[in-house]
């Protein structure tokens, strides 16, 4: 098989007129199960895909730092800065790898100085896959090649949720880049957020995962986002709990009076959801997919009507999944409020059905969503 880093290495030689020294890659992820239960402490289970972000890198010895995208389509020159400074516009993609650059501290990493850097993706952008965090876990191998650091991959992990926490400012959990990181192929990577621990469950043989991304975006999505995040932890202080993983159903229902109807509701969500976490494991280890599917579904529901984050593009494309032959279940994936649902099927499902219920969305809502059969795919590596 030709090496999967030889047309970077090309495309990286025909923008920068020499060989890269490093080549990084990363994937992005479904999130399987586990609705915001993240950031409240709780499990989640989400699966690498075959779909992903690649960085080549090349030492400088001067002090700039070169970027090319092959979307953006020109090179980016910045100076080597202490404090890298956040980009907007066409070049606010840059806050991925600058974030990265400002963690690596941090974390008692070394900081490349100059060096050319490319990246190209064959991972939709936007479509609810993490093509951000395969962007900072790419970026974050790669800068870390340069300088000769082999930290564990809990640590990669960590650098690349601390650079969408607090460069580009998103609270997002470890969901994204602890699967990026911790993906294995034919297998769903199982996540403890709180230590966090990682581990892995396989898939039993047959599931396939189908994605269809609506390009639908709630204009608030990033501060809805936040809102729920906020909500969740005063929940949690009104419970008296650190985070909603540690509440129980029995004590919500206790405190039922104290909290607001929306409060309840979201809190109610995470503690159930939790739960399906750990049912749905079990039914992993059974191979039972027909209960995998319900309980994929039931995640679905509950996000619609108690966590409120999904949109009727997603409720329709769930309701019209989950009524057609071959398919266990169906959800919204990632934060919500626009985005993608993923479809568990059996390998009967084919592209003809898949493509009926693009149609009938199409109908209803004027345009057609994106299809994506993915498999599932290795985390985060150095390729070349
Ligand atoms: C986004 C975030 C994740 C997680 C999901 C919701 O994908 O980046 O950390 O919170 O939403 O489960």
Redesign the pocket.
Known sequence: MANPANKIRREFASVFGRAPDFVARAPGRV?FI??????NGGT?LGAAIDRTVTVAIAARTDQRRRFFSQLGGKIVSLTVEKKPKRQTGARSWLNYPLGVLAALPRFQLKVPAGFDYYVSSDLPLGA?L?SS?ALELASALAFLALNGEQPPRETVVKVGRYA?NHFVG?P?????QGVSGFGRKDRLVWIDCRGPKFATVPLPGGAQFWIFNTHTKHALVDGL?AARHKACMAAAKTLGVPLLADATLKQLEAAKAKLKAEAYRRARHVIEEIARVGKTVKALKRGDLMAVGQLLTASHRSSQSLFENSTPELDFLVDTLVATPNVYGARLT???FGGAVMALTSKKFNAAQARRVASAYEKRFGEKPDVLHTRTGDGAALIG
């Not at 586990?34 to 950031?39: E, F, L, R």
């Not at 997002?172 to 994204?176: F, Q, R």
């Open positions: 999130e586990g609705n915001h239960t993240d950031y989640v609810g993490s965090a969408e998103v997002c959990g470890i969901l994204d986002y990632g934060g919500g």
